[in-house]
């Protein structure tokens, strides 16, 4: 598994983030709090829209699906409370695929729907860092499959999935709190509680953040080079730049 984050690339929007995990890459563009359409206003909070654009094609079926779980979870992590009367936009553009990998090509390898959304999912926490929008806890999602000789594997590649009896999306939130639980296959009992075991164990090795005791989410010192922690310390840094400049001596 490879991850390549960037942040606030892109100039015309509130907040950008590119990703790349399991052979996808993804821009995200966060556009927000912005003015929204009296039939979407919601008086006592803001409302979460998010737009899942194909690498090829127009958006169908699966990239609706797909919509409504990263919705579904935004809105648990973000203070939408904070923001009533208003609209918080997550536009996802796919811009790259597994090698190899077409749908229903003879040439290519089969491509499990739920393979992206591990990367949907951390690209939209990303924009929303890097747009500044209040959030409540943070997350981490595993891509989590079983073999048809019943061997688990967490974050396969396609092939493994081509293979794979089921495949399993599981997201934690910083705090332990199951967020997703999207599943696609043949699975008993057991292989569940492998599959909730391998990513509760993955989230806690990549638990980044601890709460603040004033609710705030703090970021911990034991960093790991090239994890999304670094990149999100440096985003914070930089931005924290100014406030600096303005109290050091001789301003």
């Known amino acids: 598994m490879t991850l390549s984050p960037s942040l606030s690339h892109l100039h015309r929007a509130d907040g950008s ?7 996808y890459s993804i821009i995200g563009a966060v556009n927000g709090p912005i003015e929204v359409g ?24 699966k990239e609706r699906h797909l919509e409504s779980v990263v919705r ?3 809105q648990h992590v973000i203070l939408t409370q904070n923001h ?17 990998g077409i749908p229903n090509s003879k040439k290519g390898y089969y491509l499990s729907p739920l393979q992206i959304l591990p990367a949907l999912l951390q690209t939209s926490l990303l924009a929303l860092l890097s747009a500044s929008i209040p959030l409540s806890t943070i997350f981490t999602t595993s891509l989590v499959s079983i073999a048809r000789n019943d061997v688990p594997a967490i974050n ?18 910083a705090e332990g709190n199951l967020l997703v639980a999207e599943s696609l296959g043949d699975f008993t009992i057991n ?11 993955a989230a806690r090795s990549e638990r980044e953040f601890q709460r603040g005791t004033d609710g705030d989410v703090m970021m911990v010192d034991d960093a790991r ?18 406030k600096e400049e303005l109290t050091s001596p001789g301003i």
């Open 38 to 61: 009296r039939r979407d206003e919601l008086p006592e909070e803001a409302a979460v829209d998010v737009i899942v654009r194909p690498a090829v094609g127009v958006a169908g079926t």
């Open 156 to 173: 396969p590649s396609p092939q493994d999935l081509q293979h794979a009896r089921s495949t399993h999306v599981v997201t934690f939130s």
């Open 72 to 74: 579904s979870t935004l």
């Open 84 to 100: 009533p009367r208003t609209l918080i936009q997550v536009t996802l553009q796919v811009i790259r695929m597994p090698d190899g």
């Open 191 to 201: 292989d569940w509680e492998q599959v909730l075991g391998m990513a509760s164990q």
């Open 225 to 242: 080079e090239g994890s999304l922690r670094d990149f999100v310390r440096n985003k914070t840094e930089k931005d924290q730049k100014w």
């Open 17 to 23: 983030a590119t990703y790349s995990q399991n052979g």
